[in-house]
């Protein structure tokens, strides 16, 4: 980390700030106020200068070369799972498979893990709160298997109903998943007593973990879940990266996803073997300038710190909830006791869509739509809904020039 980015020890967002080069710059005329964060994050400078620096500087490819540049491309990308590995308290750097995301972590869980362990009559418990990451996987073996997806269900404030999941944890059920938080409703669910009923009764238990690590320090051992999904683009890394936990015997005993280089021991017409996890499970070239920007995201968290984030990102959820009960007619949906900075609402007689393009015209960036939760969508009985979504670099000033324009753009629409 240079000096630009150098972090103070007291949160001072607005020095913060001044390490996310994009939040300076203006929108139709109007300072940008992102807050779109649960769908990607914007990157700090420390994270694109990592990018930057390996292609000018040690571009090779992993692995495969001896020479200096591929040890050197080698080492910082072997050196982000290790980072990563700290970062979620994983036992072994070897419990953790490098993705492109989340949706491959979980994709990787279905075809590798549960398929072949799926018989007719089976089932893979779920919940109604689930981004389509976490249940279209489950629909399409459950599907080839003769298997069925079963949703446990929430209330309406947004707490999922943790004793009907624990009914819903029957013999037949083989895998069980849920978010740790919900990027609709920003709900935290009580992972680690799901984790413990669902050890009781001998079923493995995924957690999506897309919304949870750029917000909350995450230990997976204290979690007590089987396997632990994430997603790098929303915690401060590029595109194209994120990761699975999982627990060393499911790997052991998880045949390849992907067959490819990379991931093999010796290639034989007459019997293939292949590499110890995780490489096993990393066919073909990975995103490495990617990974390299993940170690540096990492770095960065660190030097500022979740206890600092959280009391940052608290105060402003709870800031922004009680301006937005201010603007007439506006409900919001998801009121869990206990949440990460994640609103989302409806304004009476606006469309959502409308509401958003409107925003945008003040410099405001929210998002609109069902946010890949339909069945979400469909318990609310509403289409779609907006979503402002804030990270620790937003102020409460943010807050209020976003309540202002909803406010204005709300009587345009009236
Ligand atoms: N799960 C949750 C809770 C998410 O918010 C997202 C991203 N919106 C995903 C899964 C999918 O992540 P990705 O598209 O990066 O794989």
Redesign the pocket.
């Known amino acids: 980390m240079n000096a630009a980015t150098a972090i103070p020890t007291a949160f001072d967002v607005q020095r913060v700030r001044a390490d996310f080069p994009l939040l300076s710059r203006s929108v139709h005329g109007k300072p940008l106020v992102y807050f779109d964060n ?2 990607t994050s914007q990157k700090p400078a420390a994270v694109i200068e990592a990018v930057d620096r390996f292609y000018r500087e040690y571009n090779a490819n992993v692995s495969r070369a001896v020479h200096c540049l591929g040890e050197e491309a080698t080492s910082a990308y072997e050196g982000a799972r290790d980072k990563l590995a700290a970062f979620i308290n994983a036992t072994s750097r070897n419990e953790l498979v490098l993705t ?7 994709n990787l869980v279905a075809y590798s893990y549960a398929l072949p362990r799926l018989k007719p009559g089976d089932a893979i418990l779920t919940t109604v709160m ?2 389509h ?2 249940i279209v996987p489950w629909q399409l073996i459950a599907q080839r298997a003769g298997a069925t997806v079963k949703a446990a269900p929430i209330d309406e404030r947004g707490e999922l109903i943790v004793e009907r999941f624990f009914e819903l944890l029957t013999p037949e059920v083989k895998l069980a998943c849920v ?1 740790h ?3 609709v409703l920003g709900t935290v669910n009580p992972v680690r007593e799901i984790a413990r009923e669902c050890r009781k009764r001998g079923i493995p238990l995924l957690v ?1 973990g ?2 949870a690590v750029p917000h909350r320090p995450v230990d997976v051992q204290a979690l007590g879940c089987d396997f632990y ?1 994430l ?1 790098g ?2 915690m401060l890394s590029p ?1 194209g990266t ?1 990761a699975l936990w999982a627990k060393k015997e499911h790997l052991a005993d998880m045949p390849p996803f992907f067959g490819g280089g990379e991931m093999i021991r010796e290639v034989r017409f007459d019997g293939t073997t292949f590499a110890e996890p995780p490489h096993k499970f990393e066919a073909g070239t990975p995103n490495i300038a990617g990974f390299v920007g993940l170690g540096a995201a990492i770095d960065y968290y660190q030097s500022l710190g979740f206890e600092a984030i959280h009391a940052h990102e608290q105060d402003l959820l709870a800031f922004a909830t009680e301006r937005l009960r201010e603007v007439p007619g506006l409900r919001i949906f998801g009121e869990a006791a206990e949440k990460e900075p994640v609103i989302s609402f409806l304004v009476e007689g606006a469309q959502a869509t409308d509401l958003a393009t409107l925003l945008d015209l003040q410099g405001v960036a929210v998002r609109s739509g069902h ?2 939760a339909h069945p979400l969508m469909q318990f609310f009985g509403v289409p779609a809904t907006l979503r402002a979504s804030l990270a620790f670099y937003n102020t409460r000033e943010e807050v209020d020039a976003f309540v202002e324009a909803l406010v204005k753009v709300r009587k345009l629409l009236m």
Do not use: L, P, Y
């Open positions: 649960a769908n492109s995301g989340t949706t491959q972590a979980t689930e981004h990451a976490n978010t938080v919900s990027n999506d897309s919304q999904a997603t683009h929303k595109t994120g946010h890949c």
